[in-house]
């Protein structure tokens, strides 16, 4: 079976701070993981994935990811946030069965304070 | 390219009702999938659909179905909707020639109330 954890349901951060937003993972074999965002009223914006490779992955918008195995970890960072960047975060992972859906985390509510 | 469009973006429908909704995936993109997002269960996966076939199915009742059509467009009915459907359904889009590169492009969703 493969699941995702998010542990924080909201996290705030100043403008122009460092943020991190925290995924856990469980899943049989090595994993297909991926962030997205979601705006109000909007759907999911693909941010980054990790395939495999190197453990630190960029993605869109400033937005990087490190894959940690021995803490089954993949935590969304990004060096100075926005105010642009408060939205609802989902980790994802895909298992390698072959089956083509996404099991996705609960979502954290990230608020960028100016 | 345009992006994954779903019609209707808002529906509104009475308990025992069904609803058909519409995906139209990215030119190219013959894998469609669909997922259901509640605040209580988040975002669930309900199906995909791949050259017109059902290829993978989550957990749901058979009151959720699906269609592919030759254009790779896609449909989801609900029949005998349930205040409990209400939710936001969001198709994705794929073009899974490679699996691990393989990333799902999400519609805006279609917003559904049951009353």
């Known amino acids: 079976a493969q699941s995702v954890a998010q542990p924080e349901d909201q996290v705030n951060v100043a403008e122009g701070n460092p943020l991190t937003v925290k995924c856990t993972y469980s899943v049989s074999g090595n994993p297909y993981l991926f962030w997205y965002v979601q705006y109000p009223n909007r759907g999911l914006q693909f941010l980054l994935k990790y395939i495999t490779g190197d453990n630190l992955v960029k993605g869109s918008y400033g937005f990087e990811a490190e894959f940690n195995k021995s803490q089954t970890s993949f935590h969304l960072k990004k060096p100075s946030a926005l105010v642009s960047d408060s939205a609802l975060y989902f980790c994802a992972v895909r298992p390698i069965t072959g089956a083509n859906n996404l099991f996705f985390g609960t979502g954290t509510r990230l608020t960028v304070i100016p | 390219k345009a992006g994954v469009t779903q019609t209707p973006r808002y529906l509104i429908k009475t308990r025992g009702q069904q609803v058909t909704l519409s995906c139209s995936p990215i030119?190219?993109?013959?894998?469609v999938s669909w997922y259901q997002q509640t605040p209580g269960q988040g975002l669930q996966f309900l199906f995909e659909?791949?050259?017109?076939?059902?290829?993978n199915k989550g957990n749901f009742p058979g009151r959720f179905s699906g269609r592919q059509f030759s254009n790779s467009r896609s449909e989801m009915n609900v029949s005998t909707l349930e205040l409990g459907d209400s939710a936001l359904y969001l198709c994705?889009?794929?073009?899974?020639?490679?699996?691990?590169?393989?990333?799902?492009?999400f519609g805006a969703g279609t917003r559904l109330s049951v009353l």
């Open positions: 994705a889009s794929s073009n899974p020639a490679t699996l691990a590169k393989n990333i799902q492009y």
């Open positions: 030119s190219g993109h013959r894998s």
């Open positions: 659909y791949f050259s017109e076939t059902q290829r």
